[in-house]
């Protein structure tokens, strides 16, 4: 029996767009509209979206760095949009989260060293004294040299300062990672070795993560159990396996044959998507993706299909699944 | 392979002067682009593929500057041409599309005036007619009520529609060769294969040749013909589309090939290319790569290897495919 | 399958280890810049030249002497002297300490001011931010030199004696300079708010002193030098404009500013100009220097911009 | 956009109030009113007099009072030159206005044009002298510029007036007049013009610097255009855009700039007579035209930003 470490229950995150007192429309853009789902210990969770599917606002919202519009979050069971000021930093040692732009993610007037360290020294983990030695450990396991902990941060390359913000993050032990799009902004190259280096930490720390990702590649290499949202809704969730072997969600489907194939002798028939990704304050009535979906009818316009297990974990909204 | 080549660059160097020193920004870089051909340019951030493109069209940058080389295009060198004859070229017979949708457009004019330009500055249509040609080509890409978007600003449009729209500005005057920097890396993956579409569509009704500038494998994979690998503003392999993805010779373009995960291979981890790209500013007289490479050699660090033909149109730099180099 | 440890990128360990703090890289850039060093050298005379330069001087300053009044410059009086015999030069050099003061004393006060209104503002935003905001709008819209005449005016009616007059012009200058600061400050913050590494602060939990002190104050601090530079610059010109017209250091206590007064008299204007061009020159060469310098700091401090 | 117009609107409303407030406040700290300094009266009488004109009242009422009798358009009576500061203003303003107007038309063709040419011509010649003018020209103080103006060419060369706006006793009429007028305004003109167009050179200089890298002027270049159509169509329009702000700026800014000119150059101008009221102790005067900046200031700044808002498409449709 697994533990559940982190539940969601829908959730929902609306940005008011109304421009003041005067605004007679009160739009919101509903970033995410109501999500569900859990993360059991030891898990890789993939939450994979094109621009505009909400899946950066969901990672942001569950580390509480800002408000929620409705729905629930809890964290090993405790609700932590009730926690006070003193439990929340308690969580802050436990969850951990590492960003998509290394380069902005990473103060640049502090040397390195002392960015990693800092949160230890004043979560208790390290006093002033031991931190220096606790540091250079905690870089040589993300591929960092001793010497590195002495300059700043725009000294290195994306990938080596990707490799301190996983250090400053992996610093305070945590149990729980989001990684928001942390490969994103990286070369193939060097995405490599970063992913290389979150399997491992993963084997050696028993972490859990929340992978943020539009690479379906890089979600299948990593993850376990995967979601696929679309306008702030998630419309197919399952394993790894079913995910990727029996795609029920037509947007499943066609994001997964719009993925370039590397190898020139593949030859393979491609669902085109029509039209663009609609704006999330006007979405589309019923189905969100009814606009640009090669089966939709006049039942998706009028119904919002239901998020259903449709067998085997396999959760999808589709009325024609 | 064509026998005429459209395109043809020649011992191409592009140099910027920074603080740091002296970047090679593209060293010695030669190859050519045949009639009705794709061409891609591949390559890691910082590897000189945008760099090559800017200098054919002679768009780089201030402080950079074309040292050396010819840029034969249907057989003129654009290097010696002068700035009217460049501007004469440039938009007519050679258009050009960015990687960013969002800023490549002026945020000040509408879609239709920009559009009209090429029109009227080289086809010397009138206003009115190349508000019509613009009309026709924005429906030509797949975007419906053309008559609306012409008035529209780019900041009313997405990144898709952008990008649809700089390839009508790119096309407006029946290039003989486009140059595409990048073109679908700002944007979604099923916005991606829209804009692919559009460029395999282009090529085959309007006979043009393509340069497509990538980071991405899988992007070739689906559009070129012809693939040049870049490292270090050097090219360290080119070859036949099918010959890159068979027999990859280069250590280099292998690692890059392994180092990408692909839907449904399910490995236990990524082969990885240890270290970091050189910085430009200071290299060796090492080959460029030997710092990262598996199969280092004495002599790679000595020099760095010519690019010599292996097999047909399939040429490497690389000590390993050369006979007399005996480690 | 080699693991990552082993893949660690061998590279050549650099002879340098330690990067030198980015206050030295800044100076190291500054330093290749010829015109902003010569300012500053230019800056470090003039201030040697106001605060030590008297004690060289063989003249008294406030000594009249009107058998010597009105000479042209000489071999022992290398400014001339005034109406009332006294040195021009000693006069220039202890004018200096005044208006050099005041700028420096002025800049301070607006920064700490504007600083600190600036930082609650976009720190707390809400009713705060709102409030002072608006103060800084209101003040920002009476132009500044009409805004100091009514405040000189207010001086000379309170009779305030002219020896206080000094700090109560570094007051009034200080009225005048804080609100485009705290405005600065303000967007600054703001914009740090929204930077990934102010929202890692938050993930990491660290406290809020952490946050205010260790990550915020120090990312302002390259801009809020530049600007208090530039505002040096500004205060000295608004003091020796405000001087000149009588309504800031008033006499016997000596300014840039009223030294120029002089020019306000016919014959002092058309025959004596070693009177008023000396210090009307040394205002502007100081302003000037402040200014490169400012623009220096400003290239060096932000090396995006670098050529 | 309308409501953004609106806002704007009543956020300007709530600057005016605070900034007449102040300006009163202000004014209310003079001690030395008529009554005060009349030592004849007797306290009953001072008291009754006070009474009279309001005087005795608390402060925020007689700033209602006060302001009542501005937007009748009462705002007071000069002691000074025995007429009301309505018609003493609207007798200098033209004067003051004459010149600000040719200066800011100066300031800007001259800014703009060595601000676009030392852009596109970064780190040339032509650049560096641009850059050291634009420093000495921020750098010099108003009074000692003009001075030294005078004295060359009005005292030394004997080629300009050194002050007035006619010569003495002259009685010209016509196009004499004002060429003579013309002739006393070159100098004030210069001066002001040399003063403000420092910073302005400098926005367009550092504004076009930035357009210039951006993606479109590539894109501009890429489809042939000849490179004025670049310079001037495509980054020219969205470089002067955000400087747009700084003319509405720049008008009310010249006038308070010219204070120091016009007492210098003997110029019959609103600034003159400021500053001139200042040392009669014709404190009415001075408080009418520091109201009058504040408001020009602040409807100049109101409408810098909408015609911004309408000019600039990304905001206009918003």
Not at chain 2, 36 to 64: A, D, F, R, Y
Not at chain 2, 94 to 100: D, S
Not at chain 4, 233 to 254: D, Q, S
Not at chain 4, 307 to 317: F, K, N
Request: aromatic fraction near 10%.
């Amino acid at each position: 029996m697994s533990e559940t470490l982190l539940e969601v229950k829908n959730l929902k995150k609306y940005y008011s767009s109304s421009k003041g007192i005067f605004s007679k429309k009160n739009e919101s853009v509903k970033a995410v509209d109501g999500v569900s789902f859990t993360i059991e210990k030891g898990d890789v969770f993939g939450l994979v979206g094109e621009s505009g599917s909400g899946k950066s606002t969901i990672g942001k919202t569950i580390l509480r760095l800002h408000d929620k519009t409705e729905g629930e979050v809890r964290f090993k069971g405790e609700d932590v949009f009730s926690l006070i000021k003193k439990d929340l930093r308690r969580l802050r040692v436990q969850t951990q989260l590492v960003f998509q732009d290394p380069f902005s993610s990473l103060n640049p007037r502090i040397r390195v060293g002392d960015a990693i360290g800092e949160a230890m020294v004043q979560h208790g983990l390290a006093t002033n004294k031991d931190v220096r030695e606790k540091v250079l450990q905690v870089m040589e396991t993300c591929g960092l040299s001793p010497y590195h902990a002495d300059r700043y941060p725009h000294e290195f390359s994306g990938g080596q300062r990707q490799r301190i913000v996983i250090a400053r993050a992996m610093a305070l032990n945590p149990e729980f990672l989001v990684m928001d799009e942390p490969v994103a902004a990286l070369d193939v190259s060097i995405q490599a070795q970063i992913i290389n280096l979150f399997s491992e930490l993963r084997k050696k720390n028993g972490l859990s993560y929340l992978f943020i990702s539009h690479d379906l590649s890089v979600v299948e290499h990593l993850c376990t159990k995967i979601a696929i949202m679309y306008l702030g809704n998630i419309v197919e969730m399952a394993t790894k396996e079913e995910l990727f072997d029996n795609p029920l969600h037509p947007y499943t489907k066609a994001l997964l044959s719009a993925v370039p194939i590397p190898d020139p002798r593949v030859k393979r028939e491609r669902i085109i998507l029509k039209g663009d990704i609609p704006s999330p304050v006007n979405p589309p009535s019923g189905c969100k993706f009814r606009t640009r979906c090669p089966i939709a009818t006049e039942l998706c316009a009028e119904k919002v299909p239901e998020f259903r297990d449709v067998g085997n974990e396999h959760f999808t909204a589709c009325h024609y699944v | 392979m064509l026998s005429e080549a459209l395109l043809e660059v020649k011992n191409l160097e592009t140099n910027f002067y920074t603080e740091e020193g002296v970047v090679k920004a593209v060293n010695n870089v030669s190859f050519s682009i045949g009639e009705q051909e794709t061409v891609c340019i591949v390559g890691e951030s910082g590897c000189g593929k945008s760099i090559t493109s800017l200098s054919i069209m002679q768009l780089i940058p201030e402080s950079g500057k074309i040292e050396n080389g010819e840029v034969n295009f249907a057989g003129r060198n654009l290097l010696e041409m002068s700035k009217k004859e460049i501007n004469r070229l440039r938009g007519n017979d050679i258009g050009m599309i960015f990687q960013e949708p969002m800023t490549s457009l002026n945020p000040v004019y509408t879609i239709g005036q920009q559009m009209i330009e090429p029109l009227q500055e080289h086809l010397l249509l009138s206003r009115k007619d190349a508000y019509k040609k613009a009309q026709e080509l924005i429906t030509l890409l797949g975007i419906p009520n053309s008559e609306k978007i012409i008035n529209m600003y780019p900041h009313e449009l997405s990144g898709g529609m952008l990008q649809r729209i700089m390839i009508g500005i790119a096309i407006s005057c029946n290039p003989r060769l486009i140059i595409a920097d990048e073109p679908t890396t700002a944007l979604d993956v099923t916005i991606q294969a829209q804009i692919l579409d559009i460029l395999r569509d282009i090529k085959k009704e309007l006979n043009t040749s393509i340069l497509l500038i990538t980071h991405d494998l899988g992007v070739v994979a689906e559009m070129a013909d012809y693939v040049i690998v870049m490292y270090a503003g050097k090219i360290v392999e080119r070859g036949p589309v099918m010959e890159m993805y068979t027999n990859p010779q280069h250590p280099y373009t292998k690692g890059l090939l392994k180092a990408k995960p692909l839907i449904g291979e399910r490995k236990e981890s990524l082969f990885t290319i240890a270290g970091q790209v050189p910085n430009l500013a200071e290299l060796s007289d090492s080959c460029y790569f030997a710092d990262r490479c598996e199969h280092r050699m004495d002599i790679c660090l000595k020099k760095h290897p010519e690019l010599k033909e292996t097999s047909a149109n399939h040429s490497v730099s690389c000590y390993l495919y050369e006979g007399e180099a005996v480690r | 399958m080699e693991t990552v440890k082993q893949l660690i990128y061998k590279e050549k360990k650099p002879v340098k280890v330690k990067s030198p703090s980015l206050w030295k890289q800044t100076y190291r850039r500054l330093k290749k810049n010829k015109l902003a060093m010569i300012s500053l050298f230019f800056l470090i005379f003039m201030f040697l030249l106001s605060f030590v330069g008297p004690y060289f001087s063989p003249y008294i300053l406030d000594r009249t002497d009107i058998a010597y009044a009105n000479r042209p410059p000489s071999a022992s009086h290398w400014l001339g002297t005034d109406n009332y015999g006294r040195d021009v030069l000693t006069r220039l050099m202890m004018a200096g300490q005044i208006s050099l003061t005041i700028g420096l004393a002025s800049m301070f006060l607006s920064i700490v001011i504007g600083a600190f209104l600036g930082a609650v503002s976009g720190f707390y935003r809400g009713v705060v931010d709102l409030v002072i905001m608006r103060l800084a709008d209101i003040l920002m819209s009476i132009p500044g030199l009409p805004l100091l005449l009514i405040m000189g005016a207010i001086l000379s009616e309170w009779k305030v004696p002219s020896e206080y007059r000094l700090y109560i012009i570094m007051i009034m200058l200080s009225v005048v300079g804080w609100p485009a600061l705290a405005r600065l400050v303000r967007g600054q913050i703001l914009s740090l708010r929204e930077q990934p590494f102010m929202q890692a602060t938050e993930v990491l939990g660290l406290s809020d002193r952490r946050k205010i002190f260790h990550h915020l104050i120090p990312n302002t601090l390259p801009l809020l030098l530049v600007v208090a530079t530039l505002n040096v610059a500004g205060s000295i010109l608004s003091e020796s404009a405000l001087s000149f017209l009588g309504l800031g250091v008033v006499p016997p206590t000596p300014s840039w500013g009223n030294m120029m007064d002089a020019a306000n008299n016919y014959m002092d204007f058309r025959k004596r100009p070693w009177l008023w061009i000396p210090p009307g020159l040394t205002i502007f060469l100081t302003v000037v220097s402040i200014n490169l310098l400012g623009d220096g700091l400003r290239d060096a401090l932000d090396p995006k911009m670098k050529r | 956009m309308k409501q953004y117009v609106l806002q704007r609107f009543i956020q300007m409303i709530i600057i005016l109030f605070g900034t007449s407030f102040i300006i009163f406040f202000l004014f209310a700290m003079l001690p030395g009113d008529y009554i005060d300094s009349n030592l004849s009266l007797t306290p009953e009488r001072a008291q009754e007099l006070k009474a009279l004109y309001g005087l005795d009242q608390p402060m925020l009422q007689r700033y209602f009072t006060w302001l009542g009798n501005v937007f009748q358009g009462n705002l007071g009576y000069s002691l000074k030159h025995q007429e009301s500061v309505t018609s003493l203003l609207n007798k200098y303003v033209w004067n003051s206005f004459i010149v600000a107007l040719l200066a800011l038309f100066l300031t800007w063709t001259i800014a703009l044009l060595t601000g676009v040419l030392s852009a596109i011509k970064q780190y040339s010649l032509l650049d560096g002298i641009v850059t050291f003018f634009v420093f000495a020209a921020m750098s010099f103080p108003s009074f000692f510029i003009s001075l030294l103006f005078i004295k060359w060419f009005g005292v030394d060369l004997k080629i300009l007036p050194v002050g007035g706006m006619i010569d003495t006793g002259s009685n010209s009429t016509g196009f004499a007049y004002i060429l003579e007028v013309g002739k006393h305004m070159i100098l004030p003109v210069t001066i002001l013009t040399l003063l403000s167009i420092g910073s302005l050179t400098r926005y367009f200089r550092t504004g076009m610097l930035e357009v210039i890298r951006q993606d479109y002027i590539r894109t501009a270049r890429a489809k042939g255009l000849k490179e004025s159509v670049v310079i001037f169509k495509h980054a020219l329009k969205n470089a002067i855009l955000p400087v747009i702000t700084l003319l509405a700026f720049e008008l009310p800014g010249l006038f308070s700039g010219a204070i120091i000119m016009e007492q210098i150059f003997n110029w019959p101008g609103v600034g003159r007579i400021q500053l001139e009221s200042v040392s009669f102790r014709d404190y009415p005067v001075l408080m009418a035209f520091t109201l009058f900046l504040s408001c020009l200031t602040i409807i100049g700044n109101f409408l810098a930003d909408v015609t911004y808002a309408a000019v600039d498409p990304r905001i206009r449709l918003k």
